[in-house]
């Protein structure tokens, strides 16, 4: 039974031809708002994400990453390679909003579905397309996928140590960070279709998603400043010490901001500190700094850091474990966690909607779908009768 929820974007219905996180992703934060998203999956196998999950997680079966990006959506199955399946996509999106893809570039047009084809249809339809690399880029034909474009990006360049070498990430950053993108484009796009009736293309390119993550050290990079991965675990390669993380006794330690002498003065003014309380030095030195600060904090527990460096005003948190995460009370006063029942999977958790909005609140109208589970529903809006649906499953059409 569909749930009442948030109300912005009723009425606007989107065909997402979707998959991996991207597409879903950015997909699921407009069906949080409201929308109609009726995603198009290829019958008998589905959509990739279906078949895989991080950690091999499939509860009931069922893929915890296919149930991650793809709530409050319809499931319609199509087969786009024969004339029939294309034939209804293009019904679908006579009557839709906002179309959403994220294949390769080519796939669409090859298919009879790309832009061009798709305004001649419905020229008020705002079509959204993301891709790794852009849709007429030297790496067009290449996997635009999260790892690869950290790599490509710089990212993970920028991260870890001298001696360790590059560090990936510990989330598909870039895939969040496009979807997100890719979201906002499409209500500016939608926004402006209100104002002038202009429909339009949007497209998103991952490459430029990671380098927009990245805006504060690419930023000094393009302005002459030489960033290098640090020698020792400071945070980053902009950032002076003691801006980083630190071990203890029993964890590890984040300390932010802080002059090195405000550091010294609660560790008692050691004179090994004592030649670096020049901020000037706290960049060019940073290596040398933090070998120094080091031992000290590996006599005391991370939370009696805690508890002593913010009696100090100086700004520190606990290095949390997921686990520590959710037990965290400004965690818990959040209540980041959406749970809901699945037919196969049985009780799932999942993280809610991430934005809040004071004419209501983003809730769980429909769990993730069954793969076509929505196909005969759709099908019937569009005017086919029982038969014709018959057929076309018989067919393989749907």
């Known amino acids: 039974m569909e749930q009442p929820g948030l109300q912005l974007l009723a009425g606007v219905r989107i065909i997402a031809f979707t998959q991996f996180l991207l597409g879903p992703a950015a997909c699921q934060y407009l069906a949080d708002m409201g929308a109609d998203v009726i995603k198009i999956e290829p019958p008998g196998r589905g959509a990739w994400e279906r078949s895989w999950a991080g950690a091999d997680t499939f509860l009931g079966g069922v893929s915890a990453f296919f149930m991650l990006a793809n709530r409050n959506v319809r499931s319609v199955t199509l087969n786009l390679k024969s004339e029939r399946g294309v034939d209804i996509a293009k019904r679908l999106v006579e009557g839709a909003d906002v179309v959403v893809e994220n294949f390769r570039p080519g796939v669409m047009d090859r298919l009879g579905l790309g832009y061009e084809e798709l305004r001649k249809l419905n020229h008020r339809i705002v079509y959204a397309s993301g891709s790794g690399y852009g849709s007429d880029g030297p790496y067009r034909h290449l996997p635009g996928q999260d790892l690869l474009i950290q790599a490509i990006s710089g990212l993970g360049a920028n991260t870890g140590t001298e001696s360790e070498g590059p560090t990936v990430s510990a989330a598909a950053v870039v895939d969040q960070h496009s979807a997100s993108l890719l979201a906002m484009g499409i209500l500016g796009a939608l926004v402006h279709r209100e104002r002038t009736g202009e429909g339009q293309k949007v497209e998103l390119v991952m490459m430029q998603a990671a ?49 090195i002498k405000a550091i010294s003065e609660v560790l008692g003014s050691p004179a090994e500190l004592a030649p670096y309380e020049d901020p ?58 959406l749970e809901f029942e699945h037919p196969r999977a049985g009780r799932v958790r999942v993280l809610k909607h991430p934005v809040h909005y004071s004419s209501g609140e983003a809730t769980l109208r429909r769990p993730p779908p069954e793969l076509g589970e929505h196909t005969d529903e759709v099908l019937a809006e569009l005017g086919c009768t029982d038969e014709e649906i018959a057929a076309m499953r018989k067919a393989e059409d749907i």
């Open 280 to 337: 000037k030095v706290a960049f060019a030195k940073r290596d040398e700094i933090r070998a120094a600060l080091d031992p000290y904090f590996r006599i005391r527990t991370t939370a009696e850091w805690v508890d002593l460096l913010r009696a100090h005003d100086i700004w520190c948190a606990p290095v949390n474990s997921l686990t520590q995460t959710f037990e965290d009370a400004a965690v818990q006063h959040i209540g980041p966690v």
């Open 211 to 259: 380098l927009d993550l990245q805006t504060e050290p690419v930023v000094y990079h393009l302005n002459g400043t030489k960033i290098n991965r640090p020698k020792a675990r400071v945070a980053d390669t902009f950032h002076a010490v003691p801006y980083g993380f630190y071990a203890t006794s029993d964890g590890h330690l984040a300390i932010s901001m802080a002059p």
